[in-house]
């Protein structure tokens, strides 16, 4: 079931049915194009300290850290390109390129 008919369910399991057939109408009619987006409840939260600390601990290898995060790898490479590239001797980094 779609986002979007998951959420008409839950208005017409929560109101009484002649409202929440006059908003599933309305919302119908006014949006029915529109693509419903339920934000993600279990969105991983880690700070780049933390993320710097679990790369350490895998050896810079982005496939482990994500594993070990949650997070997906291209976030992980995308989060180290907007920060000062690690430095060898503060990160433990083996230099060249990230092992993946």
Known sequence: MAPWDQFLTILRAEL????????????????????????????????????????????WNVDATAQATGLHRVTIYRRLAAKKPPRREEDGYPGGRLVR
């Not at 009619?29 to 933390?50: N, S």
């Open 16 to 59: 009484d049915p002649e409202i929440a057939g006059r908003i599933e109408a309305r919302i119908r009619a006014e949006l029915g194009g529109l693509r419903l987006t339920i934000p993600d409840v279990h969105r991983v939260v880690i700070t780049d300290e933390e993320l710097r600390r679990t790369l350490r601990e895998h050896r």
